[in-house]
């Protein structure tokens, strides 16, 4: 087994990234005004006209029209919220007409999604939002700018005999050192502020946007999420009861029959033939020790003892060394450091991946070789099995991988096969730690 180092990302320079971040909710914030702006003149526009043709059948064709623009500049707010929210873009899934509907049905589509109204209540209020933090971030960006290089340009302003600065209001006195330190100061301070004020700025915006355009979305999408782990939870169980049964039907319970007509024997044969019976006795001890590696095996693809005391790194290792095929295991050790452990049902989850995967190796692939890696990374860990056989495993044929897929999707992960006809072959799982 070789050791793996723990996996890292280079993160950028700290300086750069605040000045990208900075930038990015800076001109998220001053370009929100405008579309404010021209969505308020739009919607309202739209609603006016449709409430004043309200008494002729036009007035329901132009509400519609005016829903549908409400979703395109949506639209165009969902495209601005990855950059500040720092998560993927989620679009709501709208209500479309019935195959073959007629026109007036299809004028009324969107009138009965609740979506809709949604986004027109967004971009009637946005403006309210978006006026408030663009005053707020010209202001701060005015006086960051302004005061931190008020000493370069104090000389320039014209004043008059009865202008009061303000560092005279404040009983600083008076003269130009009062008034520079004064307004540098304050400049300073904002130029200090000024990312956390457009961080809040930007997030208190995008938060805005987010509730009424994505909010309900992304609830149906975890809904979703949920009931499909759900599901994989229950069908992997379900696999691993049936497989569990058939195993033990198939071996030690054979076995057990086997011993207890081999016991009845030797007690027949006790008496009449103490030496048949000592042979008799001798296989059953045998049947015995056959029966109790079977049940050590089996309760080794449940839950085995090595993995809950001394993690994964071992468990692997113990794994990778029963293997049919000759295998190469590359895993951090500190996974197996009391620090460095994941949640139990991470590990047994990346111990059944390894497990299963490495048993269609030996049944299906031909394989020479294999090679396992397992890495941390930034809030996942990375399962990588790799051999050198024939491929063609796909997930829909079965041989353990659909229900290997089952188990990572029960936990959130992902499961990625790449198997080209004549090899080679990977399975990819990534599992949220």
């Not at 009845?264 to 009449?272: V, Y």
Request: some cysteine; glycine content about 8%; aromatic content about 4%.
């Amino acid at each position: 087994m070789t050791a793996l180092p723990l996996a890292t990302v280079p993160a950028p320079a700290p300086a750069r990234s605040l000045t990208r971040q900075l930038l990015h909710d800076s001109g998220y914030v001053l370009l929100g005004l405008p579309l404010a702006l021209a969505s308020f003149v739009v919607l309202v526009a739209g609603i006016a006209l449709s409430a004043g043709l309200a008494v002729t059948t036009l007035g329901l064709p132009v509400l519609a029209g005016t829903l549908y623009a409400a979703r395109g500049l949506a639209d165009i707010e969902r495209l601005r919220l990855p950059a500040v929210l720092r998560q993927p873009r989620v679009r709501p899934e709208y209500r479309t007409p019935e195959p073959g509907a007629g026109l007036w049905r299809r004028i009324f589509v969107p009138m009965r999604d609740a979506q809709s109204w949604l986004d027109l209540a967004h971009g009637l209020v946005k403006l309210v939002v978006a006026l408030v933090t663009f005053v707020v971030t010209v202001v701060w960006w005015a006086v960051a700018v302004a005061g931190s290089l008020y000493w370069a340009y104090d000389w320039a302003i014209p004043r008059g005999p009865d202008d009061q600065d303000l560092s005279q209001l404040l009983g600083m006195g008076d003269g130009a050192t009062p008034r520079i330190v004064l307004n540098t100061t304050l400049g300073l301070f904002c130029l200090m502020t000024l990312p956390i004020m457009m961080r809040g700025c930007a997030l208190l915006q995008a938060g805005f946007a987010r509730s009424l355009l994505t909010g309900v979305a992304e609830m149906r999408n975890r809904i979703t999420t949920l009931e499909e782990q759900k599901r994989a939870a229950v069908s992997a169980e379900a696999s691993a009861l049936r497989r569990l049964e058939r195993d033990i039907h198939d071996g030690p319970q054979q076995r057990l029959v086997r011993l207890a007509m081999d016991l009845s024997r030797a007690r027949q044969q006790l008496a009449a033939d103490p030496d048949a019976a000592r042979r008799t006795l001798d296989e059953a001890v045998a049947q015995t020790r056959e029966t109790l590696d079977e049940l050590r095996a089996l309760s080794r693809g449940i839950a085995p003892p090595i993995l809950v005391d001394r993690g994964l790194p071992s468990a692997l290792a113990a794994l990778a060394a029963r293997a049919l095929v000759p295998t190469e295991l590359v895993i951090d050790p500190a996974l197996g450091t009391p620090a460095g452990r994941l949640d139990p049902a991470v590990e047994n989850t990346a111990y059944f991946v390894v497990a299963e995967a490495l048993t269609n190796v030996a049944k299906h692939s031909r394989a020479a070789s294999s090679r396992v890696e397992v890495a941390r990374r930034v809030g996942r860990l990375e399962i990588l099995v790799r051999d050198d056989g024939l491929g063609g495993a796909h997930l829909a044929k079965g041989h353990g991988l659909a229900g290997i897929a089952d188990r990572v999707r029960a936990t959130g992960g992902t499961l990625d096969v790449r198997s080209p006809a004549g090899g080679p072959t990977e399975i990819r799982a990534e599992l949220p730690r």
